[in-house]
């Protein structure tokens, strides 16, 4: 048994090894790998299939790169808008430290499903993308996790709006609540 565990790690961590494509991947926790991309939310004209990837880099509260069957990609949060942190020595938004510290804490070098609306790309190139980290439908569903912690606020790209009632209902938990920025920040 002491074999066994020292051996494959990953039984100790609950992750496993899964096929993605037809490549064995490692590391990816069984409880995404076992997930049905059916079940997945998603516009029902999704511009492409969803896609389970590796988090290698938060950029901040709703924004981070991945790297999947196609390569890398930077990706950008549909439905939400975290706090900016200060780049080029501009000062962070109230809250924006949180939004990425948390970000960072849940999906930094982590394994996440990607799922889509209408329109797979922004302005600025970046993927648009649904996040789901769990099959609990609220904290594994991340942008509503961000939303009822206080983390975001509800912010829509027509026409990737799907999702952009739920999102409404949780910012209004969270600001009824005074949670997270809504209780600090004016």
């Known amino acids: 048994m002491i074999l066994f565990l020292l051996a494959c790690p990953s039984a100790i961590n609950g992750d496993t090894a899964t096929m993605v494509d037809d490549t064995m991947v490692t590391g990816v926790p069984e409880s995404l790998a076992s997930m049905n991309p059916d079940s997945l939310p998603q516009s029902a004209s999704a511009c492409r ?3 389970l990837v590796e988090v290698t880099h938060v950029v901040d509260g709703d924004t981070f790169d991945a790297v999947a069957k196609w390569g890398g990609e930077n990706v950008r949060m549909i439905g939400i808008n ?28 982590s394994w996440a499903w990607l799922s889509f609306d209408v ?68």
């Not at 942190?85 to 960072?104: K, L, M, Q, S, V």
């Not at 799907?162 to 969270?174: C, G, K, M």
């Open 49 to 51: 299939e969803p896609e």
């Open 82 to 109: 975290t706090p900016e942190i200060g780049h080029n020595g501009a000062p962070d938004d109230c809250y924006g430290e949180e939004a990425t510290a948390y970000t960072e804490s849940v999906l930094g070098g």
């Open 119 to 186: 329109e797979c790309e922004d302005q600025y190139g970046r993927t648009l993308a649904y996040v789901t980290i769990s099959d609990d439908p609220i904290l594994g569903f991340f942008q509503r996790d961000l939303l009822r912690q206080g983390l975001a606020e509800d912010y829509r790209f027509e026409p990737n709006v799907a999702y952009a009632e739920l999102f409404s209902a949780d910012e209004a938990y969270a600001k009824n609540r005074d949670i997270g920025m809504w209780g600090q920040c004016d």
